[in-house]
Nanobody, 123 residues
Framework: QVQLVESGGGLVQAGGSLRLSCAAS????????MGWFRQAPGKERENVAA????????YYADSVKGRFTISRDNAKNTVYLQMSSLKPEDTAVYYC????????????????WGQGTRVTVSS
């Protein structure tokens, strides 16, 4: 079992930045690939970024490329999502998730989910 707790969400003006953190507890964090997903009202959940167990492989959705950076610190059992140049369309609840696979961008493969942290970007 892995427990995930997100933090760092909030209200920010367009063009601003936020850093989300996801702290993991339970089994060895380095055995899990991690992903950040988001769900806006009335929209499907989407994978915005993913990182492999070692951190060597990364994925970004086209909508966030060049603006978001995913990283992990296996010594601290934490994965981060640095978000810059935020846009109103980035407004959503952001979830971190863990999968026992080496790497995946499909939510179907993620077994463990945090409770989510809300990000609101005002125009």
């Amino acid at each position: 079992q892995v427990q995930l707790v997100e933090s760092g969400g909030g209200l920010v003006q367009a063009g601003g930045s936020l850093r989300l953190s996801c702290a993991a507890s339970g089994r060895s964090f380095s055995n899990y690939a991690m992903g950040w997903f988001r769900q806006a009202p009335g929209k499907e959940r989407e994978n915005v970024a993913a990182i492999s167990r070692s951190g060597a492989s990364l994925y970004y959705a086209d909508s966030v490329k060049g603006r978001f950076t995913i990283s992990r610190d296996n010594a601290k059992n934490t994965v981060y999502l640095q978000m810059s140049s935020l846009k109103p369309e980035d407004t959503a609840v952001y979830y971190c998730a863990a999968t026992g696979l080496t790497f995946s961008t499909s939510s179907d493969h993620y077994n463990y989910w945090g409770q989510g942290t809300r990000v609101t970007v005002s125009s």
